[in-house]
């Protein structure tokens, strides 16, 4: 249905209700095209999004150029279209500045020096994007984040976090005597065992959260926001998800338990890196007293 746009122009709405796509195909999205965060994408899978520099906007944009809540995202079943929240330096669709506009597939939207593309669920470019997202950020046994997402993730939390002046936790957790799960049980049954706790601890991560598999038996969560006695409840709760229930393999069940270090960004941490070395020192402080515990 065509609708005409506040500045005079006539749109096209993309006819996608953005509940109407399960997880076994895409949603509409915004890929980001031009910006710090180069070909993220932002799947939109709430009935309203709003981007913004604010920490807990859905897809958080941290430039000095983009208000705190600067546009919203809006689906229905008529499509999506964005709305300018009185952001100071305004929202553009296709470089011409908006109040609010209805968006079809590939409409290019601008909040600050960066550029968000809009792709409808339908589209072929969709897919593509989501093939490639899931190729370059997902570790392929477990469905998490990998190494390479989380680095950058917490380069990025970690340097807003110092200009905002707010805590960052990150928690470092593996499996205990993982080994001798591999020794008796070959490297299925260990797999088999890394697959069952990357979807416990996926159940208990909040969406600002990253939850990814860093390395062999090693798992990593990185907590904007988080203060200390947040985050030790996190890990207490890692550790009890993991004991609580019994691993299947095959016809058998196996009792596997998890340690977890724990560390807060601190005036004397200078890098990420540091956070991330913390952390990993206290996990291996839980293993030396003993295992199946939280440390930090």
């Known amino acids: 249905m065509a609708e005409r746009g506040p500045a005079g122009g006539t749109t096209v709405r993309t006819a996608v209700n953005p509940s109407s796509r399960g997880p076994a195909g ?5 890929v980001v095209i031009h910006g710090a965060e180069l070909g993220r994408k932002f799947e939109l899978d709430r009935a309203t999004m709003e981007i913004g520099r ?6 958080c944009i ?18 999506f279209s964005v709305l300018d929240l009185k952001s100071t330096n305004g929202t553009l669709v ?29 589209s072929a470019e969709n897919r593509y994007h989501d093939d490639m997202y899931r190729l370059t950020t997902l570790d392929a046994l477990t469905e998490l984040f990998n190494k390479r997402y989380f680095n950058e993730a917490l380069a990025r939390e970690w340097h807003r976090a110092v200009r905002l002046e707010q805590p960052l936790s990150l928690l470092v957790f593996d499996v205990d005597f993982f080994k001798k799960i591999n020794d008796s049980y070959t490297h299925l049954g260990g797999d088999a065992v890394l697959k069952q706790i990357a979807s416990r601890a996926r159940s208990a991560v909040r969406r600002e959260e990253v939850l990814a598999r860093y390395g062999g038996e090693e798992f990593v ?35 596997v338990t998890i340690s977890v270090g724990i560390a807060q960004r601190t005036p004397e941490l200078r890098r990420p890196e540091e956070l991330l070395r913390r952390a990993d020192e206290r996990l291996y402080e839980a293993k030396r007293v003993g295992r199946d515990r939280v440390v930090g």
Not at 26 to 30: T, V, Y
Not at 63 to 75: F, L, Y
Not at 232 to 237: H, K, L, N, P, V
């Open 54 to 59: 604010a920490p807990g906007c859905a897809i």
């Open 94 to 122: 296709n470089d011409e500045l908006v109040e609010e506009r209805a968006l079809r597939n590939g409409d290019l939207i601008r909040v600050g020096e960066t550029v968000l593309k809009f792709l409808s669920a339908d």
């Open 26 to 30: 895409p949603r509409a999205c915004l």
């Open 62 to 79: 941290d430039e000095e150029a983009v208000s705190r809540t600067h546009a919203q995202i809006c689906g229905s079943g008529d499509g």
């Open 221 to 255: 969560l990185l907590m904007p926001g988080a203060d200390p006695a947040e985050a030790r409840r996190a890990g207490e709760r890692l550790c009890r998800l993991v004991r609580i229930q019994p691993f299947k393999l095959d016809d058998r069940e196996i009792t």
